[in-house]
């Protein structure tokens, strides 16, 4: 269990928390923005445990009491995750594509307004806020102006502008940042990770410690070294990508797959099998995608900028294309379609 002091890079947001806590009266409803893997529901985990603590003291958790305890062991009865994928858990078939209302009304506004288990109250955090729908938000509104008891509500996000300016206005923002990359990158070899991946994936998660560390396990970052070389290659390498990109969604899938179900284990330990699972393999699909397509983007950016004018055009289209065919993936239009015509129009560019 992550204390407050615990998180990196973000000092004006864990100053402000601190003093939050100290004080006798905390908002109860926050709102986390910024950018993904930066440390957000770490923090409100920490946060928890503070708000749950039995015995905490200037605004920090004790360590030793039982709620500390049920924190440390990721299985508190007053703290509540609520995720897209929970959907899953209730209809084998739905794509969790966004936070639809019921599992809003049964994860969130209901069990808070039951009595908390351990009588401190209950923290509700709120992953990916901005996939809630507009139902969701709608529904959410009264909760979050007058929770009923003592209740903590945190909403996380990278796109706060995609809320409802109702949902904004009524809780309190909490800005959390990119980290400098060369910060990130020293950092990752602090924690063992070997100089060259840590340099990666630094790079190429833009600055993000979590997401740095994630790709690090997934394989993302050794699969977008591939791709990266392999766009240097191009149009020679058109011929080998579209089944690099198909080999690649399979294997990202795994990897989501195997952290989900960890996930799920975590956070719903005492529902058994009662509800079978079955992922939304294209969600997944079209997610790693999107990773690998911003990271090309990102390249062929470097090259735009490094090259000379005489390739500025093939350049531009290629940025274009990739540009278009994230936006295809967002639209439902079939993923070997839009990858093959991809890897046409990137390899076409050079005319
Ligand atoms: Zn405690």
């Not at 999107?290 to 289209?317: T, V």
Request: net charge negative; with cysteine; glycine share 8%.
């Amino acid at each position: 269990m992550k204390s407050l002091d615990d998180i990196f890079g973000q000092d004006a947001a864990i100053r402000w928390l601190g003093a939050m806590m100290k004080s006798p009266r905390v908002h109860h409803a926050l709102l986390f923005a910024g950018p993904p893997g930066v440390g957000k529901a770490t923090t409100a985990a920490a946060l928890a445990a503070i708000f749950l603590c039995e015995k905490s003291e200037g605004g920090v958790a004790c360590g030793a009491c039982e709620s500390c305890n049920a924190m440390h062991k990721e299985s508190h009865p007053d703290y509540h995750v609520i995720y897209r994928q929970l959907i899953r858990l209730e209809k084998s078939e739905a794509a969790a594509r966004d936070l639809a209302v019921d599992t809003i009304r049964r994860h969130l506004i209901e069990p808070a307004g039951l009595k908390s288990s351990r009588g401190r109250g209950k923290v509700f955090v709120v992953e990916e806020a901005d996939t809630m729908n507009l139902n969701s938000q709608n529904a959410l509104l009264k909760t979050l102006e007058e929770p009923p008891g003592r209740t903590l509500i945190i909403l996380l996000t990278d796109s706060p502008d995609y809320l409802l300016p109702t949902i904004r206005s009524r809780s309190q923002l909490v800005q959390f940042g990119y980290l400098p990359i060369d910060r990130v990158r020293s950092e990752l070899i602090k924690r063992g990770i070997d100089a060259k991946d840590a340099a990666d994936a630094a790079e190429m998660s833009e600055g993000s410690i979590g997401l740095a560390l994630r790709w690090l396990e997934d394989g993302v970052v050794a699969a977008g070294r591939e791709l990266l070389a392999s766009l240097d290659e191009l149009p020679g390498s058109a011929m080998t990508l579209s089944g690099w990109f198909k080999q690649f969604a399979e294997a990202y899938v795994k990897t989501q797959q195997a952290r989900e179900d960890a996930k799920k284990k975590r956070t719903n330990a005492d529902e058994g099998d009662e509800h079978e699972e079955k992922i939304s393999k294209d969600v997944t699909i079209r997610e790693g995608l999107h990773i690998m397509l911003r990271l090309a983007a990102g390249r062929f950016r470097q090259q735009l900028a490094s090259a000379g004018y005489e390739s500025e055009p093939a350049r531009c289209e290629q940025i274009e294309a990739t540009f278009e065919a994230a936006r295809y993936l967002d639209r439902n239009v079939n993923v070997a379609l839009v990858m093959e015509n991809l890897v046409m129009r990137w390899s076409r560019a050079f005319g």
